[in-house]
T-cell receptor, first 112, second 114 residues
Framework: AQSVAQPEDQVNVAEGNPLTVKCTYS??????LFWYVQYPNRGLQFLLKYITGDNLVKGSYGFEAEFNKSQTSFHLKKPSALVSDSALYFCAVHSNDYKLSFGAGTTVTVRA | SAVISQKPSRDICQRGTSLTIQCQVDSQVTMMFWYRQQPGQSLTLIAT?????????ESGFVIDKFPISRPNLTFSTLTVSNMSPEDSSIYLC???????????FGSGTRLTVV
């Protein structure tokens, strides 16, 4: 079985400050890890993924994520948050099959 | 990546009726998926829509309630049957190939059952 945990329901940061959204995972086999963002009344938009290779993955809109195998984590980061980054963020994983498992989601609020 | 057109974007339906959601992809894809996102919650996989064969349903979801069609490699429909207020959710279709290639999602259908 595979699972994803996003321990924080909400993250609040001031604009210009660093943003971190936490994610830990559990899979049997090699993990394929993803971050998606959902804006109100919109579908899911892909941010970035980790398949193999460099542990630091760069994605859309200035986001990056660091894969840590020993801690089974894949935290999403942005060095300087924008008000427009306020949204719902989902971490997801799949292993040897094709089925994505999603975390519960983290609501990010960036205040001006 | 594939572009998905999902319709309708939202609907308000009477309990006991059915709604069919359509998902059109701009390229041929092997795997299509249907998800449910209940209010304030994460995404749950309903089923995998396989072209030319029956859909594969996840635990807790049955064909009588959520019949799925997949007539070709670019199109699928999900029907929510005999609706109740508990079916009020966002329903999303997705395409992807596994292996870390990533998944693309439709914009979703926001269903309210009254």
């Amino acid at each position: 079985a595979q699972s994803v945990a996003q321990p924080e329901d909400q993250v609040n940061v001031a604009e210009g400050n660093p943003l971190t959204v936490k994610c830990t995972y559990s899979v049997s086999g090699n993990p394929y890890l993803f971050w998606y963002v959902q804006y109100p009344n919109r579908g899911l938009q892909f941010l970035l993924k980790y398949i193999t290779g460099d542990n630091l993955v760069k994605g859309s809109y200035g986001f990056e994520a660091e894969f840590n195998k020993s801690q089974t984590s894949f935290h999403l980061k942005k060095p300087s948050a924008l008000v427009s980054d306020s949204a719902l963020y989902f971490c997801a994983v799949h292993s040897n099959d094709y089925k994505l498992s999603f975390g519960a989601g983290t609501t990010v609020t960036v205040r001006a | 990546s594939a572009v998905i057109s999902q319709k309708p974007s939202r609907d308000i339906c009477q309990r006991g009726t059915s709604l069919t959601i359509q998902c059109q992809v701009d390229s041929q894809v092997t795997m299509m998926f249907w998800y449910r996102q209940q209010p304030g919650q994460s995404l749950t996989l309903i089923a995998t829509a396989n072209q030319g064969s029956e859909a594969t349903y996840e635990s807790g979801f049955v064909i009588d309630k959520f019949p799925i069609s997949r007539p070709n490699l670019t199109f699928s429909t999900l029907t929510v049957s005999n609706m109740s207020p508990e079916d009020s959710s966002i329903y999303l279709c997705s395409v992807g190939e596994g292996g870390g290639h990533g998944y693309t999602f439709g914009s979703g259908t926001r269903l309210t059952v009254v």
